[in-house]
């Protein structure tokens, strides 16, 4: 028996089965973290990563963006952004509003961090997926640090899709034989400058102002540079100078010996018009 108001001391078994109890449990817990930290592991080792993680140092980051003219209004496409840190300074520094897009969850993770303690992360999309499956018609500028190979497969679609115009700023790595429109070096580090141009490859009928003659041109173009022929009056004159850079096109015959035209338009759909302060008027559409 016991004395009233004193609670029953317990019982040597009850003991023993609630350290037992309590032992399961806490190997139960430690199971499970066990189990997740195994997934985790094994996830990441699943991941089949088409470039390794290496970070761009800030200041080719800073000369990256600017070179690339970053504003406001651009939206800027990180396609591989690893802990986000591109996309971060535009958005920090410039006020541009853009997508970071990883195939690492650990990445876009450390990305939406770094986002959050710059405050931007308002300006941000986050997305988790392969960088070949993004659609970059959207892009103003278009920041990489990937391999050659990788910018090489990633070219025809940035050629193809891309609005005439946008930015490719590339750390390191080139195109190919797509030569860059500008270029520059930064604490030994490289940095490539390409801007997309129009498509204007093919036949063009040229109509200019009263008292000119109308003219075809037979362009074939590589990348930001093309050659060809105008047909004027019988004669077929060799284009010479011809450049694209975005939607503005430059070029130059000589329809007499010693007479230099230049012509320079900008690329709108099917057509290229005169610029205003060109001082010629003129039309080329796609025939």
Known sequence: ????????S??????RRKAAASIRSARLVTLIMA????????????INLDVPYVPTPQPVVDRMLQMAGVKPTDFVMDVGC?????????????????LCNDIDPARISEAKQNAQRADVADKIEFR????FDVDISQADVLPMYLLESINLKLRPKILATAK???????????????????????DGRHIFLWIVPALIDGRWRVRQGPGQDS????????????????????????????????TEVTFTFEPQPGLVRTFHGRVN??????IADSGQAWLATER
């Open 215 to 246: 003219f075809y041109l037979k362009i074939r173009q590589a990348y930001q540079k093309f050659t060809g022929e105008a047909a004027i009056n019988g004669r077929s004159l060799p284009i010479r100078d011809g450049q694209i850079r975005g």
């Open 128 to 131: 988790l997926g392969n960088l």
């Open 269 to 274: 759909g099917k057509a290229i018009d005169a």
């Open 82 to 98: 690893g802990d986000g840190r591109m996309m971060v300074s535009a958005a920090r520094n410039y006020g541009a509003r853009g």
């Open 1 to 8: 028996m016991t004395e009233a108001g004193n609670a029953p």
């Open 35 to 46: 189990c997740g930290i195994m997934s985790s592991v094994a996830q990441a080792q699943n």
């Open 164 to 186: 005439p115009g946008t930015r490719i700023v590339s750390h390191a790595f080139t195109m190919g034989d797509w030569q860059p429109d500008m270029s520059d070096t930064v």
């Open 10 to 15: 317990p019982s040597l078994a009850s003991i």
